[in-house]
């Protein structure tokens, strides 16, 4: 069930964070900076598996440690050769992002996951089109989804079902 919720996605009570990025993504923006900020090593994880693996838009990286969040990475496009720009999301890519992701709760069975307003908002897509792609790609994860479609610092959102 995907639940639209108001506050503070680093105090979500899901033990799963989602977050969009380019490849080789620096991190320095939104959300993706304060996980980076929170978890400097995981920066660090991602470039070195972007770099092993040759990651391609459309994948997903995740990353956790024992006693804290997973963060899973979806990798929605190229790189900017700006640092200071952010590019769209490709929705080709965010759609193989999505049936990845159900593909990863079907392995590990979340109990509950958290995002952003992902592939929408400032440089993304149209959020009733995103969010079509949500409910088409992800209904089958009996979890519940939160999606933070209003940031709201340190209050914590009523998730239903934690």
């Known amino acids: 069930m995907i639940y639209e919720v108001e506050g503070d996605i680093l105090l979500t009570r ?3 964070i989602v977050q969009t990025v380019a490849i080789q993504d620096p991190m320095t923006r939104g959300l993706a900076r304060k996980l980076r900020d929170r978890f400097p090593v995981m920066l660090e994880k991602f470039r070195q598996w972007c770099e092993e693996t040759d990651a391609e838009p459309g994948q997903i990286w995740s990353w956790g440690e024992p006693g804290k969040k997973t963060i899973v990475n ?3 496009h190229e790189a900017d050769d700006d640092p200071t720009r952010s590019r769209r999301p ?3 890519a965010l759609n193989h992002c999505l049936k990845a992701l159900n593909s990863l709760y079907v392995e590990k069975r979340f109990q509950a996951l958290a995002m952003p307003m992902i592939g929408a908002g400032e440089y993304g897509h149209e959020w009733t089109d995103v969010r079509d792609m949500l409910q088409a790609q992800l209904r089958d994860i ?3 989804i939160y999606v933070y479609t209003k940031e709201l610092e340190g209050q914590i959102a009523h998730e239903p079902g934690l």
Request: glycine fraction near 0%; charged fraction near 15%; aromatic fraction near 0%.
């Open 90 to 92: 490709d929705k080709i």
């Open 74 to 76: 979806l990798i929605t």
């Open 142 to 144: 009996l979890a519940p």
């Open 14 to 16: 899901a033990p799963v």
